[in-house]
């Protein structure tokens, strides 16, 4: 785990490209620029296992606390993103690894998680995960399969924001 306070900042995710993707889900999804040197940023590989989801959730705390926001938002953050991570988890290959990258910035979290899923896509009710203080954003996006991984190189990015 590395963490890299102040150093790189996310945009707002630009929109998948139309191409065949290579075997890495980085080439499927463009990754956002980096706007702002104050934020935090924390980068993450977990083995894919459910025991692990509680690195995760700890995670998403430290970086929604990192973002300003207060304990009830905190809480929403890391309950929604497990939801999410939850369901990413048991789709992916067995023996593979989630990368995960948190940003902070003021009133704002972003996550980015990518994986190699197994046939299926994430569910609606996983990414549209509610959080009642919060405005929330999600988008994933699956590649062709690739047999090189095993899978399906998966990105999921999510935003919390608070309303302006």
């Known amino acids: 785990m590395r963490t890299d306070a102040g150093s790189r900042a996310e945009a707002v995710v630009p929109e998948p490209e139309v191409r065949t993707a290579g075997s890495r889900a980085e080439a499927m999804v463009p990754e956002p620029e980096v706007t702002a040197p104050e934020d935090t940023v924390v980068t993450v590989r977990i083995p894919a296992a459910a025991e692990r989801l509680p690195t995760l959730r700890a995670l998403a705390v430290a970086t929604a606390v990192a973002a300003g926001l207060g304990a009830r938002e905190s809480g929403e953050v890391r309950d929604a993103l497990s939801r999410v991570a939850e369901a990413l988890l048991t789709r992916t290959v067995p023996g593979s690894a ?21 046939a299926g896509p994430l569910p ?11 405005t929330h954003s999600a988008a994933a996006f699956r590649a062709p399969f690739d047999g090189t991984a095993g899978g399906h190189p998966t990105v999921v990015d999510l935003c919390w924001a608070r309303p302006e």
């Not at 609606?124 to 919060?134: D, F, K, V, W």
């Open 124 to 134: 609606r009710t996983a990414l549209g995960a509610a959080t009642p203080s919060l």
């Open 98 to 118: 989630v990368d995960g990258r948190l940003t902070g910035r003021a009133g704002t979290v972003l996550v980015r998680l990518q994986a190699v899923t197994r």
